[in-house]
């Protein structure tokens, strides 16, 4: 009986054994975060991977900054206030965020950007996930 136990106890440990040695890099990455802040870090993805120029990198990087500030000064001046009153002052911040982006690139890439918006799920935070087409 006792060596029945000791053989389960080595098998359990060599299933269990590997799992727990699993190198942080094998971790599923993290998604980004909620919010207007997460709204703004999958933007910028999206435009990333339009093969931006150097040129039109700058650009870029100075329109999602200035977002970045506007918004960070928005949440810190409505801290409590009701979700509705948040997303209608950061609406036109991203609104003319998308306008400059879309001023900087070339017609494929606002062809690409556009596709790529249709294919992402919902339009922004608190659309619950579902799909722009969704009812």
């Known amino acids: 009986m006792r060596l029945r136990s000791m053989l389960c106890l080595i098998l359990l440990g060599l299933v269990i054994a590997p799992t727990l040695t699993a190198r942080a890099d094998d ?10 802040m997460g ?3 999958r933007m910028r993805a999206t435009v990333d991977k339009l093969n931006l120029t150097t040129e039109q990198k700058p650009k870029i990087d100075a329109a999602f900054e200035d977002a970045k500030t506007k918004i ?10 009701d979700r509705e009153v948040m997303r209608s002052k950061i609406q036109p911040i991203v609104k003319d965020l998308m306008e400059k982006v879309v001023a900087v690139l ?16 919902g339009k ?8 722009k087409n969704a009812n």
């Open 39 to 41: 709204l703004l870090t």
């Open 72 to 81: 960070e000064a928005v949440v810190k001046d409505n801290a409590g206030a």
């Open 106 to 121: 070339t017609p494929e890439q606002q062809e690409e950007l556009k596709k790529a918006r249709e294919r992402a799920p």
């Open 124 to 131: 922004g935070a608190g659309d619950n996930g579902k799909p």
């Open 27 to 36: 971790a599923p990455k993290e998604r980004p975060k909620g919010g207007p």
